[in-house]
Nanobody
Framework: QVRLVESGGGLVQPGGSLRLSCKAPTTILSVFNTLNMAWYRQAPGKERELVAEISTGRTTNYADSVKGRFTISRDNGKRSVYLQMNSLKPDDTAVYYC?????????WGEGTLVTVDS
């Protein structure tokens, strides 16, 4: 199982921006480019939902609620995936989780809290 570490969460005002990072351990450097990566989020009292995903071929997909505001990217050399979040809204408040998956393995991070509040 892949252990991931997220960072970059925090408190931001509505309309602001944050950049989340997710890093995989060095032990999987040689296979990181075989992992499809994604960001999920879970708001209080709600189910976890997909925010954005990026395939091994860098094809991206976004939830309708974040299209045009969020951008997912990856750097295979750094074993990392990023989520640039712009024009943040209070409804974006949630714990954001990184997820990795391939036919052979998968894993989650422990999450990073994003709070959008004035």
């Amino acid at each position: 199982q892949v252990r991931l570490v997220e960072s970059g969460g925090g408190l931001v005002q509505p309309g602001g921006s944050l950049r989340l990072s997710c890093k995989a351990p060095t032990t999987i450097l040689s296979v990181f480019n075989t992992l499809n990566m994604a960001w999920y989020r879970q708001a209080p009292g709600k189910e976890r939902e997909l925010v954005a995903e990026i395939s091994t071929g860098r094809t991206t997909n976004y939830a309708d609620s974040v299209k045009g505001r969020f951008t997912i990217s990856r750097d295979n050399g750094k074993r990392s995936v990023y989520l640039q979040m712009n024009s943040l809204k209070p409804d974006d408040t949630a714990v954001y989780y990184c997820y990795a998956a391939s036919p052979r393995t998968s894993g989650w991070g422990e999450g990073t809290l994003v709070t959008v509040d004035s």
